[in-house]
C-alpha cells in the first residue's frame, strides 16, 4: 500500500504537465499598455506587422519566440500560415523593401517573453497561457480569452 501515495503523486504531476503543456497560447502586453481587446484580424496584421502602432499611439515592440516551441508552432500555423523558414524569408521581404527597420525582438520562451513584456510598456508578446501572472495583462481576441470557446490561439484538442 505503500506505493499507492507515490503513484498518485507521480500521476498528479502527469496530469499537472500535460495540462501546462497543451494551455492556449495568450497575447499578453504590459499592465500599463491601454489596449485590451483586439480583432483577429488586428492580431494577424500586427504579427504580420501590416500595423505597427497601437491604436492609442506609439510603435508596437513585437517579441515572438524562438523555432520549436509549441507557442510558435501554434503561432505559425494560425496567424501567419507559414513555416519558420517561410516567416524567416517573409521578415527578409520586408526588411529588404524597407518596410520594417529590423526584425522583431526573439525570446527564448514563454517565461522570457513575459520579463521583457514585464518592462515593456509598448511590447506585445505570445506566452503559454499558464505563464501569466500579474506582471502582465492578457489582451482578449475578439471578445475571448485563452480558454473560452472559440478563441483563435487555443490549442487544438489532442
Known amino acids: 500500500m505503500a506505493s499507492l501515495p507515490r503513484f498518485s503523486a507521480w500521476l498528479l504531476l502527469g496530469l499537472l504537465f500535460a495540462f501546462r503543456a497543451s494551455a492556449d497560447v495568450a497575447l499578453i502586453v504590459n499592465p500599463q499598455n491601454p489596449e485590451n481587446d483586439v480583432t483577429a484580424s488586428d492580431v494577424k ?11 492609442a499611439g506609439g510603435k508596437i515592440y513585437l517579441v515572438l519566440q524562438e523555432a520549436g516551441s509549441a507557442e510558435k508552432d501554434l503561432v505559425l500555423k494560425k496567424i501567419y500560415n507559414m513555416s519558420d523558414v517561410e ?3 517573409y521578415w527578409l521581404g520586408k ?3 524597407g518596410e520594417i527597420a529590423s526584425f522583431p525582438h526573439v525570446a527564448s520562451s514563454s517565461a522570457s517573453a513575459k520579463r521583457l513584456v514585464a518592462h515593456a510598456v509598448r511590447a506585445l508578446a505570445f506566452v503559454n497561457a499558464s505563464v501569466v501572472d500579474s506582471t502582465v495583462k492578457v489582451v482578449r481576441i475578439d471578445g475571448r480569452r485563452p480558454g473560452e470557446p472559440g478563441y483563435l490561439l487555443a490549442t487544438p484538442s489532442k
Do not use: D, G, V
Not at 496584421?45 to 491604436?55: L, S
Open 95 to 97: 526588411l529588404f523593401r
Open 87 to 89: 516567416l524567416k524569408q
Open 45 to 55: 496584421a500586427i504579427f504580420r506587422q501590416e500595423q505597427q502602432h497601437w491604436k
